[in-house]
């Protein structure tokens, strides 16, 4: 972490309640009662060991990045690894033969485990709010804001929980553990909503507009953007059976509104190279809203606070690395980076042409720029290093999963932030969970679903703009970019023909998926959207005659949208929480 006031020096300071199951009734090391929490100063740390459960994460249950579960899950990547029984889950998540919620990994592994560890954060929340609530303002002139931090940090967790698992039992710091283990996950869909929402309008009502000087905490600003983009799932509306059965305009004005405070606030923007969103040094940028942050070395704990939940993904026979080459783009991924001749995206046609090494070179296919942020190609410059080209020879099972190489979430063995941990690696590098580009799209995404396309255009066009101009970074040693670069804005009645409300969610819906690519909303927009099944199949249709391991990749409508509810979690509540549909 790059904040000395919000550095988690606390990990250790473990918190009261710990989440559902048998975390409820254990002590653990370090237990400390609510006799020892009464100063400001201890209420404070409660506060600052919550930031540090957000992130408390590791590669085999993640609560930071969902690659697992909304990239894999997605046409954008391959699990990848040594074989399709390495990590079996994964295998299991992407082909969708989730046969039963105990046999996709149990206890702290795979997504039950991922559950366990959202729960602990909240618990630490609700923990922090406790002791927050039994202070006056005259003792701790800082308590409101804390507070607000809090239910930002809550309403994160219950975010994440709800997309993956939609029925989940909500519970906030007014409830004893006796009370919590009487909770149900039988709550209605918009009713959980709410309750989310209302954790995000709590932190807009408590937080000041920015907190100079510590940059990894919430403010109003941050607040009101991951508010709108709760509001911005809520809007597309949901029956019993996961299908999107209407759009709510009121709540995509209020994600027009809120966005908006954002953008007018004048406090972020686009950074000038794409590149910056996923090199060290670029910390808390102007386009960063919010972010985990992380450390390095700095004596909390072994290595530091280091970012874990990608190190499954360096590559295998990589000189600098040697483990696990997990995460690797799909064909139909490279595939949707090619351009047509006016530098817009193939639509329709995008899938028709393979790109591969031979076709992605300067005198090849017309791409994306963004394609060599993203993928690790044959030959081009890997993380921007031009004496490093990426290598086939880095990939563990090429006959498998072979191809290309995931890139944002890798450092260069070289950083200063990096480090490796046993067979692992891990960097200090923070991740953003809330960006601007995000920020910029939502707006455009609610302008268009209420009518109003024209006000998206020039929103899109700021995300093509900044891609066009982020190649500085790309160019191989003798001064050549390594992929043939076309890539222009959307202009009505010169390069497509009309900007109406179908074309123009048309291309929010692929602007995404550029802009976000294996960085994993990809498979929860597509739930959202309402169109998860048609996707999937579509994909798998084509990529099982390309890679056979998917051949029993199969989506199943009003079932796959969401993981199962744990099955310990089930058995836990004699039979008080409810198992989703289909499973």
Same mark, same amino acid.
């Given at each position: 972490?790059?904040?000395?006031? @919000?550095?988690?020096?606390?990990?250790?300071?473990?918190?009261?309640?710990?989440?559902?199951?048998?975390y409820?009734?254990?002590?653990?090391?370090?237990?400390?009662?609510a006799?020892?929490l009464?100063?400001?100063?201890?209420?404070?740390?409660?506060a600052?060991?919550?930031?540090?459960?957000?992130?408390?994460?590791?590669?085999?249950?993640?609560?930071?990045?969902?690659?697992?579960?909304?990239?894999?899950?997605?046409?954008?990547?391959?699990?990848?690894?040594?074989?399709?029984?390495?990590?079996?889950?994964?295998?299991?998540?992407?082909?969708?033969?989730?046969?039963?919620a105990?046999?996709?990994?149990?206890?702290d592994?795979?997504?039950?485990g991922?559950?366990?560890?959202?729960?602990?954060?909240?618990s630490?929340?609700?923990?922090?709010l406790?002791?927050?609530?039994?202070?006056?303002?005259?003792?701790?002139?800082?308590?409101?804001?804390?507070?607000?931090?809090?239910?930002?940090?809550?309403?994160?967790?219950?975010f994440?929980?709800?997309v993956?698992?939609?029925?989940?039992?909500?519970?906030?710091?007014?409830?004893?553990?006796?009370?919590i283990?009487?909770?149900?996950?039988?709550?209605?869909?918009?009713?959980?909503?709410?309750?989310?929402?209302?954790?995000?309008?709590a932190?807009?009502?408590?937080?000041?507009?920015?907190?100079?000087g510590?940059?990894?905490?919430?403010?109003?600003?941050?607040?009101?953007?991951y508010?709108?983009?709760?509001?911005?799932y809520?809007?597309?509306?949901?029956d019993?059976?996961?299908?999107?059965?209407? @759009?709510d305009?009121?709540?995509m004005?209020?994600?027009?509104?809120?966005?908006?405070?954002?953008?007018?606030?004048?406090?972020?923007?686009?950074?000038?190279?794409?590149?910056?969103?996923?090199?060290?040094?670029?910390?808390?940028?102007?386009?960063?809203?919010?972010?985990?942050?992380?450390?390095?070395?700095?004596g909390?704990?072994?290595?530091?606070?280091?970012?874990?939940?990608?190190?499954?993904n360096?590559?295998?026979?990589?000189?600098?690395?040697?483990?696990?080459a997990?995460?690797?783009?799909?064909?139909?991924?490279?595939?949707?980076?090619?351009?047509?001749?006016?530098?817009?995206?193939?639509?329709?046609?995008?899938?028709?042409?393979?790109?591969?090494?031979?076709?992605?070179?300067?005198?090849?296919?017309?791409?994306?720029?963004?394609?060599? /942020?993203?993928?690790g190609?044959?030959? /081009?410059?890997?993380?921007?290093?031009?004496?490093?080209?990426?290598?086939?020879?880095w990939?563990?099972l090429?006959?498998v999963?072979?191809?290309?190489?995931?890139?944002?979430?890798l450092?260069?063995?070289?950083?200063?932030?990096?480090?490796?941990?046993?067979?692992?690696?891990g960097?200090?590098?923070?991740?953003?969970?809330?960006?601007?580009?995000?920020?910029?799209?939502m707006?455009?995404?609610a302008?268009?679903?209420?009518g109003?396309?024209?006000?998206?255009?020039a929103?899109?066009?700021? @995300?093509?703009?900044?891609?066009?101009?982020?190649?500085?970074?790309l160019k191989?040693?003798?001064?050549?970019?390594?992929?043939?670069y076309?890539?222009?804005t959307?202009?009505?009645?010169?390069?497509?023909?009309?900007?109406?409300?179908?074309?123009?969610?048309?291309?929010?819906?692929?602007?995404?998926r550029?802009?976000?690519?294996?960085?994993?909303?990809?498979?929860?927009?597509?739930v959202?959207?309402?169109?998860?099944?048609?996707?999937?199949?579509?994909?798998?249709?084509?990529?099982?005659?390309?890679?056979?391991?998917?051949?029993?990749?199969?989506?199943?409508?009003?079932q796959?949208?969401?993981?199962?509810?744990?099955?310990?979690?089930?058995t836990?509540?004699n039979?008080?929480?409810?198992?989703?549909?289909?499973?």
């Amino acid at each position: 972490m790059q904040n000395n006031s @919000i550095k988690i020096f606390i990990a250790a300071l473990l918190v009261l309640s710990m989440g559902c199951k048998k975390y409820l009734d254990y002590k653990p090391q370090g237990y400390l009662s609510a006799s020892d929490l009464s100063t400001p100063t201890a209420v404070d740390g409660l506060a600052t060991a919550a930031y540090a459960g957000i992130a408390n994460d590791w590669w085999d249950a993640p609560i930071t990045s969902m690659w697992e579960y909304g990239s894999v899950r997605s046409d954008d990547a391959y699990k990848g690894g040594g074989d399709i029984g390495d990590q079996q889950q994964m295998d299991k998540y992407e082909q969708f033969y989730l046969v039963n919620a105990s046999n996709n990994g149990a206890g702290d592994f795979g997504f039950p485990g991922t559950w366990i560890r959202a729960y602990s954060a909240i618990s630490r929340c609700n923990t922090a709010l406790r002791a927050l609530n039994n202070l006056t303002d005259a003792q701790f002139p800082k308590r409101s804001i804390r507070i607000g931090e809090m239910h930002f940090l809550r309403g994160h967790m219950y975010f994440l929980l709800k997309v993956l698992f939609r029925n989940i039992p909500w519970f906030d710091e007014t409830l004893t553990n006796d009370q919590i283990l009487k909770v149900s996950n039988t709550m209605s869909n918009d009713s959980l909503w709410l309750k989310i929402e209302g954790d995000f309008q709590a932190a807009v009502d408590a937080l000041p507009l920015t907190q100079p000087g510590e940059p990894g905490r919430a403010n109003q600003l941050s607040a009101k953007a991951y508010l709108a983009k709760a509001l911005l799932y809520h809007a597309y509306t949901q029956d019993d059976q996961y299908n999107v059965t209407g @759009i709510d305009q009121a709540k995509m004005q209020q994600v027009i509104s809120l966005t908006n405070d954002v953008i007018n606030s004048g406090n972020y923007a686009l950074n000038s190279d794409f590149a910056f969103n996923f090199l060290d040094g670029h910390d808390n940028s102007p386009e960063s809203v919010f972010a985990i942050q992380y450390s390095i070395n700095d004596g909390t704990v072994i290595g530091g606070r280091l970012s874990m939940s990608t190190s499954l993904n360096y590559f295998a026979g990589a000189p600098q690395y040697g483990c696990c080459a997990f995460h690797i783009p799909s064909q139909e991924l490279v595939n949707s980076f090619g351009t047509d001749a006016n530098g817009l995206p193939r639509f329709t046609t995008f899938n028709n042409a393979v790109l591969t090494d031979d076709s992605l070179k300067s005198n090849g296919a017309l791409v994306d720029p963004r394609i060599d /942020h993203t993928v690790g190609i044959q030959g /081009h410059p890997f993380k921007y290093n031009a004496a490093l080209p990426y290598d086939h020879s880095w990939e563990r099972l090429a006959g498998v999963y072979g191809g290309f190489g995931t890139m944002k979430e890798l450092q260069l063995s070289t950083c200063a932030c990096f480090k490796k941990l046993g067979p692992f690696y891990g960097t200090s590098v923070n991740m953003d969970i809330i960006r601007y580009d995000d920020v910029l799209l939502m707006n455009a995404e609610a302008q268009i679903q209420t009518g109003n396309p024209s006000a998206a255009l020039a929103l899109i066009n700021q @995300i093509r703009t900044r891609a066009a101009n982020s190649t500085g970074l790309l160019k191989k040693a003798d001064g050549t970019f390594p992929s043939n670069y076309r890539i222009d804005t959307y202009k009505p009645g010169v390069n497509i023909a009309v900007w109406d409300q179908a074309t123009a969610f048309k291309a929010l819906q692929w602007e995404r998926r550029l802009e976000f690519a294996m960085e994993s909303p990809r498979f929860f927009d597509l739930v959202r959207w309402g169109i998860a099944a048609e996707t999937l199949n579509g994909y798998f249709a084509i990529e099982k005659t390309r890679h056979p391991f998917l051949s029993s990749a199969q989506f199943t409508k009003n079932q796959h949208e969401y993981f199962p509810i744990p099955q310990e979690q089930i058995t836990f509540t004699n039979g008080l929480y409810k198992q989703n549909k289909g499973y």
